[in-house]
């Protein structure tokens, strides 16, 4: 029994002794936002960007993409009150703030029935659509939209031909 | 009858003893000591309203403190890249002196508020901002937004350092004094109110239905 004992320590030793070394040997955690910064210490956050405010409408990436806000919205008021986007974006203000009204989807509920104002399920702009920064993105992104797809399907035929 | 000619009496006794030149004090006392008297009277009036308008003052209480105060502090009135900013007073009393008093005069209404707690939590507050920011909205929409342009002046603006909505804007509504500051820019130095519709003020833009131009064009 005594011996099992021994044994078994000697393995747990061991196998502490492994891992130790084994962490020691691995590269210290990188993350692209965080940098080398342990888990459980705070970042030093980085510098606050210069948001886009030109109001020239972006180019959708795919079709159903929510379209992104080129103007600022620092401390826009958007709760159960009052909603600041909405100030300019419904219908009835588009003549006087000449932005764009928000879609006839916005003021659908999920059966389908249209309501007089904004759906709540609508309401919080900044769910699907984001302001812009010219930041550099974290992760690279390899994404192509249906257009340049088929434009390298015509330019190539061969090519686009062999897949299935 | 007997009660208003016993008053007629006492007036006339008190206009009698005014009247009379003084027994015991020099003329030179009575001038140049009324003088003084009314140098200090006035200092310290001056000094006693100034204190009023002091951001300490009003934060005092936690009505303001924790409501008004506290939404104020995430503004640009409040903390911006060049650390120019506005207290209480500098929005909410005019600057010119008659105004002044007729705005502190007003303000005794705030300090029966404050003993009877008209506004002492949050809920109350909420269910009385929309009066009071309606309250502020027509004192700003009387005035011209007096208090904005006491800082800022329309004629230093740089249209070209706006941006292009901003630009759109001022260039128009503002331009032709169809719209003063206040009608677009509610709400930028603390949280709005529910507006209930037809209770919102109609003179912002787009708060109406426009009118088909359009269709009035010949």
Redesign the interface.
């Known amino acids: 029994m005594k011996r099992i004992q021994k044994l078994g320590m000697a393995l747990m030793l061991c196998l502490g002794v492994v891992t130790a070394t084994g962490t020691a040997s691995a590269e210290p955690l990188y993350d692209k936002a965080r940098g080398t910064a342990p888990l459980l210490e705070t970042t030093k956050p980085p510098v606050l960007g210069n948001p886009i405010?030109?109001?020239v409408r972006r180019t959708r990436n795919y079709a159903q993409q929510p379209p992104v806000i080129p103007?600022?919205i620092d401390?826009y008021?958007v709760?159960?009150?009052?909603n600041?986007c909405m100030?300019?974006h419904?219908r009835?203000?588009?003549?006087?703030?000449?932005a764009i009204p928000v879609s006839i989807t916005h003021y659908q509920d999920r059966d389908g029935n249209t309501l007089a104002q904004i759906s709540t399920r609508r309401y919080f702009c900044v769910q699907c659509h984001v302001g812009q920064d010219n930041a550099t993105p974290f992760v690279r992104n390899t994404f192509q939209d249906v257009d340049s797809l088929l434009l390298k399907a015509l330019q190539n035929p061969a090519n686009a031909s062999k897949k299935p | 009858m007997n009660w208003g000619t016993s008053m007629l009496q006492l007036l006339k006794r008190y206009w009698a003893v005014i009247r009379r030149p003084s027994v015991h004090f020099s003329l030179g006392f009575l001038t140049i000591g009324g003088f003084i008297a009314g140098i200090l009277f006035w200092g310290a009036f001056n000094t006693a309203m100034e204190v009023t308008n002091t951001e300490k003052f009003c934060t005092g209480c936690h009505e303001m403190r924790d409501n008004v105060f506290a939404e104020l502090k995430?503004?640009?009135h409040y903390t911006n890249r060049s650390g120019v900013r506005a207290i209480c007073s500098d929005c909410h009393v005019p600057h010119n002196w008659t105004d002044k008093m007729a705005r502190k005069m007003q303000a005794s209404k705030e300090v029966w508020g404050k003993i009877f707690g008209t506004v002492d939590t949050p809920e109350k507050f909420d269910a009385k901002r929309l009066e009071l920011a309606q309250h502020e909205w027509a004192r700003l929409k009387a005035n011209d937004s007096l208090e904005c342009r006491n800082c800022h002046n329309y004629d230093s603006m740089d249209f070209t350092r706006q941006?292009?909505?901003a630009q759109?804007m001022h260039s128009t509504y503002l331009a032709n004094k169809e719209k003063t500051c206040i009608d677009c820019h509610k709400?930028i130095a603390h949280?709005?109110?529910?507006?209930p519709p037809g209770l919102g003020p109609s003179d912002s833009?787009?708060q109406?239905?426009?009118a088909p131009?359009a269709m009035a064009k010949p």
């Open positions: 405010n030109d109001d103007h600022r401390g008021q709760d159960k009150n009052f600041k100030d300019c419904s009835t203000k588009a003549e006087v703030s000449q | 995430s503004t640009i941006s292009q909505r759109n709400g949280q709005l109110p529910h507006i833009p787009g109406v239905v426009p131009v």
